[in-house]
């Protein structure tokens, strides 16, 4: 089944308490981007990746890391976060162009304390 | 401006009743747009995509595009409960690298 696998589900954590989330897709597909998603703002784009060792800033990348180092993972990386950074994030990834669909992982709740 | 604006709502209506999501935008460059339906505590799926003008028919879902106005559509027929969910209208970039730019999505409510 094609999918986009976040991990993990739930996450609480604490002020400066360095956290990854992973994400994995089995579609073979070029670009995997990060999102965050308020109450009132909506989804914003933090990271993306067009390829393997690519990746660029999106909407809202302060307090964010990124690597690609293989085609399949995109882990989103906190390395001190801070309780402006509770939210809900969703992964994608798509193929390598900009109309193609979207596809989503179910998302990762996350909670700094 | 936003690039794309979407009322929140929530947006109640009866089972059947016709529902009509409203997007609009700010760049008239912006051709291709898409309708992604989000359930709560899941992660958005492409519900439609449309190019520049005219309607785009799904079964009970068709999405239309005014370029005259900057509007942008969705409209369920014979809504069910099974489609209250929040609906996402998105824009795609019209070059470079990046995929889409998203309204905050309307919260769509059918009831029983």
């Known amino acids: 089944e094609a999918q986009v696998t976040q991990n993990p589900r739930y996450l609480i954590t604490v002020t400066g308490k360095k956290l990854t989330v992973t994400c994995s897709q089995n579609?073979?597909?070029?670009?995997m981007s990060w999102y965050r998603q308020d109450p009132g703002l909506g989804l914003r784009q933090i990271y993306y990746?067009?390829?393997?060792?690519?990746?660029d800033k999106g909407d809202v990348p302060e307090g964010y890391k990124v690597s690609r180092k293989e085609k399949r993972n995109f882990p989103l990386i906190l390395e001190s976060p801070s309780p402006n950074q509770t939210s809900l994030y969703f992964c994608?990834?798509?193929?390598?162009?900009?109309?193609?669909?979207?596809?989503f992982g179910s998302g990762t709740q996350l909670s700094v304390l | 401006q936003k690039e794309v604006e979407q009322d929140p709502g929530p947006l109640s209506v009866p089972e059947g009743a016709i529902v009509s999501l409203n997007c609009t935008y700010s760049n008239s460059a912006f051709q291709y747009f898409m309708w992604y339906r989000q359930y709560s505590r899941k992660g958005p799926e492409l519900l439609m995509y449309t190019y520049s003008s005219g309607n785009k028919e799904d079964g009970r879902f068709t999405a239309q595009v005014d370029k005259s106005s900057k509007y942008i559509s969705l409209f369920i027929r014979d809504s069910q409960p099974s489609d209250s969910a929040t609906y996402l209208c998105?824009?795609?970039?019209?070059?470079?690298?990046?995929?889409?730019?998203f309204g905050k999505g309307t919260h769509l409510i059918i009831q029983p």
């Open positions: 990746s067009m390829n393997v060792e690519v990746t």
């Open positions: 994608a990834s798509r193929g390598q162009g900009a109309g193609e669909k979207l596809f």
């Open positions: 998105a824009r795609v970039s019209g070059g470079g690298a990046d995929g889409l730019t």
């Open positions: 579609m073979n597909h070029e670009y």
